[in-house]
C-alpha cells in the first residue's frame, strides 16, 4: 500500500563512509517516520530524477541547485 510522506528539510545522516551509506527522514500525515536507505548509486539515481522534476517547472527562474 503506498504511503505519502513529505520531507521536512533534514539532512542525510550517514551511517558509513565506506561503502558510502545513509538515511533520509520523512515524515506521514500521521505523523509515523520513514527512514529512506540511500547508497551511492541510490543518491545519484534520486539526483537524477529530482533535476529532471526541477525542470518541468514553466516561467520564472531557472531552479535553483545549489545546497
Known sequence: MAREVEF????VVVTSRNPLKGT???ITDDDD????????ETAEALM???AAFLMQEEG???PRLSA
Open 33 to 40: 517516520e520513514v527512514e529512506l536507505q540511500l547508497d551511492k
Open 24 to 26: 533520509l527522514l520523512l
Open 8 to 11: 521536512q528539510d533534514d539532512d
Open 48 to 50: 537524477i530524477a529530482l
Open 60 to 62: 520564472g527562474d531557472m
